[in-house]
Nanobody, 116 residues
Framework: QLQLVESGGGLVQPGGSLNLPCTGS????????IGWFRQAPGKEREGVSC????????QYTDSVKGRFTISRDSVKNAVYLQMNSLKPEDTAVYYC?????????WGQGTQVTVSS
């Protein structure tokens, strides 16, 4: 079974940057579309960004366009979310999800807090 591990979260000041890796336990990870989601306290989980498995095309929610970049490293079985110009409203637990047809796997999440 594929397992996902997110890391790289922490406390950062507004305007700062973080890079969140999502690492898969199997090489099969590279055949899955990968999405990053986030959930702030009292709010529903929302999609942030995703990258496809065939052509590595990417999508972003409007609130992070121009600030966040998603990328894949197939050698390391990893997908990264580079987050720049962070804002307090980016504070949330960030999760990655691997999806293939109707099969979904989730990681345990990593906390990102943007505060001065």
């Amino acid at each position: 079974q594929l397992q996902l591990v997110e890391s790289g979260g922490g406390l950062v000041q507004p305007g700062g940057s973080l890079n969140l890796p999502c690492t898969g336990s199997l090489f099969a990870f590279n055949y899955y579309g990968i999405g990053w989601f986030r959930q702030a306290p009292g709010k529903e989980r929302e999609g942030v960004s995703c990258i496809s498995t065939n052509d590595d095309s990417t999508q972003y929610t409007d609130s992070v366009k121009g600030r966040f970049t998603i990328s894949r490293d197939s050698v390391k079985n990893a997908v990264y979310l580079q987050m720049n110009s962070l804002k307090p409203e980016d504070t949330a637990v960030y999760y990655c999800k691997a999806a293939l047809v109707q099969i979904n796997y989730w990681g345990q999440g990593t906390q990102v807090t943007v505060s001065s």
